[in-house]
């Protein structure tokens, strides 16, 4: 690895660290420093006074497990932006283009509009907060099954294909959508709206738990693919020739990309632009090297959405923005702004 | 660090353990209530016990001075877990259907007393509503005496529908944005507004608020149209009249068109009879005076 690579990686991870500390000391209650030691200290002791200290439970049930959780989702989406980029080969590739997103979305809106009208209580009993992550995680799976089945021949995997064949379920799976936001009353509407904007607010132990056995491998196993990738930047025939079994990697890549995205919106809701803009921002500093650019872009990834997430709790204390409107706010102008820059990359 | 805290996510997630909240505090002595629904606000303020309240949410908007007196925790439907316990709660009202679900559940595990408050646009509802509040703020007694006055205000109301010969059809237009209407049909508040001022929605064979046709308004047939007023803006006679889909139903020709306060016509609190009788007033002009 080269000098810039590693000292790329060890300002991330300091990066990271910053943002860590932030996130856990940050919030719209105020818990000194040395207390958050103390509570730290005496919930590694299994301190049973902690059970029932105010800003204990603040610490340890809310902004713990929703900085993790921020970690985990940014870091998914980032790395599997940096993935899809890499076996497009297209720099404009995001995780919402393989269908994941819209298929997520659609099983979400479903649960939400249908699930309450056949199997009544559904979204207000205990199981409540398993039945919308299960769906949408479902939802996502499902449609990038039909869009790869689609898209293979011959048990040959056309990316062209893929991508049109994506722009095409979108639409669908958007119209859809659209229908149950006509079937749906106003407060299921109101639901709709607000999961679509993507948070971090509901961030449990359970949901960090499930992210942490989901989307955790794939954020270890991922970097491993990092030569196949390199190698398939040269062309897939190139890519078959320097040894890179070229179709069981594509398959592996896109069942990956589907685990992690499709857990993180199931998790938090469909938050948009971390995915394309972090690979960016890694490619122009650090080059395009993927051993790089993989493990580098789910360090910022982490890093940004739980830094977007501290705004979005803070801003407008004891409210809160949804985290999507942000990570739009920053990350749209990014794109037009790289658009505009790097125009003749794209071939436009 | 973590192990007890992931261990009791973990049972919560599985369902296999039923959880039991404490509650913190006696209703007589709370002090900091964090409300989350307008009407709760309107019944706690009709109550005289506004002091209590730490914060409330956006929909908060009677009396108007609620908003500006105390801090507000955001929308009803997207409320920020930690926001609401930095105020450091010891009630929490919240109506039915405040959300998101994972904040609330946040919320409870912290053993804060929390309390849901039934929503439903009928007297019957609006009763529950002051009862179910008055019991949590240990005031049965100023619940009772509201009670009586929103009984006493439906029962005059009662007095003023049987003086009503011909029940007009009434339609609810909730918005009309690029030349699209989008009216109330049954089970809105609009629907229940509607039928507490003794006449009939012309909307009645759609469900909820929903985008409706042009030709169906013709259908509809409504002899008045009703919409909201806000602050800024009301739909005018003029304007609404002056589309050909409203133009051909019989409203147009009596040019009936009634513009209401949004809250006061669908926020179903204790000034719902106040409201119905106005509206009842504006639909029927030439109603007999009282015997």
């Known amino acids: 690895m080269s000098r810039t690579a590693i000292v ?72 599997s932006g940096a993935l899809l980029q890499g076996l497009f080969r297209n720099p404009l590739a995001d995780p919402g283009l393989i269908g994941v997103s819209a298929g997520a979305a ?39 099954s039909i869009l790869y089945g689609l898209a293979t021949r011959d048990g040959r995997t056309s990316v062209a294909l893929l991508l049109l064949a994506g722009v095409a379920l979108g639409a669908l799976t958007g119209a859809a959508t659209g229908l149950l936001v006509y079937l749906s009353d106003d407060r299921q509407l109101r639901d709709l709206t607000f999961w679509s904007l993507g948070s971090l607010g509901g961030a449990t132990w359970g949901k960090v738990a499930a992210a942490a056995v989901l989307i955790l491998p794939v954020l270890v196993i991922v970097p491993f693919l990092a030569r ?13 020739y320097l040894g890179v079994p070229v179709q069981r990697t594509k398959r592996i890549m896109i069942g990956l990309v589907a685990l992690a995205v499709g857990s993180s919106v199931a998790l938090a809701g469909p938050i948009a632009f971390i995915g394309i803009v972090v690979p960016h921002l890694l490619r122009l500093t650090a080059g395009a090297d993927h051993r790089i650019v993989l493990p580098a872009s789910a360090l910022l990834g982490g890093s940004l959405l739980v830094g977007a997430d501290i705004l979005a709790r803070t801003l407008a204390a004891p409210a809160e923005v949804p985290i999507g409107i942000l990570t739009a706010a920053i990350g749209a102008p990014f794109f037009l702004w790289l658009l505009l820059t790097r125009a003749q990359d794209i071939g436009a | ?46 109550l005289h016990r506004e002091e209590r309240i730490a914060a409330l949410d956006t929909t908060s908007l009677f009396p108007p001075s609620a908003l500006k007196d105390k801090p507000n925790v955001g929308y009803v439907r997207s409320i920020s877990a930690e926001g609401v316990l930095s105020l450091r709660p010891d009630l929490i009202l919240s109506i039915d259907g405040a959300g998101p679900p994972d904040a609330l559940m946040l919320i409870r595990q912290t053993g804060v007393a929390f309390v849901t408050i039934p929503d439903d646009p009928t007297p019957d509802g609006i009763h529950r509503k002051i009862d179910a509040i008055g019991k949590a703020l240990g005031d049965e007694s100023g619940a009772a005496a509201l009670d009586r006055d929103v009984a006493a205000g439906f029962a005059s109301l009662a007095v003023l529908r049987t003086r009503i010969e011909k029940p007009r059809r009434v339609l609810f237009v909730l918005s009309l944005q690029n030349g699209r209407s989008m009216v109330g049909g049954r089970h809105t508040s609009a629907d229940g507004m509607i039928r507490l001022a003794g006449s009939v929605n012309a909307a009645d064979d759609i469900d909820g608020y929903k985008p409706i046709t042009d030709e169906a308004i013709v259908a509809a047939a409504p002899d008045v149209i009703l919409t909201m007023q806000n602050d800024r803006h009301a739909l005018s006679a003029d304007t609404v009249f002056a589309m050909p889909a409203y133009a051909a139903t019989p409203a147009a020709k009596t040019r009936s068109l009634v513009s209401l306060d949004g809250l006061l016509l669908l926020g179903f609190g204790p000034r719902t009879p106040e409201a119905a009788t106005t509206l009842i007033r504006a639909l029927y002009p030439d109603l007999a005076p009282a015997p």
């Open chain 2, 1 to 46: 660090m973590i192990s007890r805290s992931v261990h009791r996510a973990l049972i919560l997630l599985f369902g296999l353990l039923p959880i039991t909240f404490a509650s913190a505090a006696t209703p007589a002595d709370v002090n900091r209530v964090v409300v989350l629904g307008g009407s709760i606000t309107e019944i706690i303020y009709a």
């Open chain 1, 106 to 144: 659609l099983a979400a809106a479903a649960a939400i509009v249908l699930g309450d009208r056949w199997i009544p209580g559904l979204l207000d009993g205990p199981w409540a907060v398993v039945v919308l992550p299960l769906a949408a995680f479902g939802g996502g799976l499902a449609a990038t």
């Open chain 1, 228 to 240: 196949s990738l390199n190698a398939l930047a040269l062309g897939e025939a190139d890519a078959y």
């Open chain 1, 8 to 79: 790329t990686l060890a300002l991330l991870c300091l990066l990271l660290a910053g943002t860590a500390i932030a996130s856990v000391g940050l919030g719209a209650v105020t818990i000194s420093p040395s207390r958050i030691l103390m509570v730290l200290r005496a919930a590694l002791t299994r301190d049973p006074a902690l059970d029932a200290a105010h800003d204990a439970l603040i610490l340890l049930d809310i902004r713990i497990p929703r900085t993790l959780l921020g970690f985990l989702v940014g870091a998914a989406l980032a790395m």
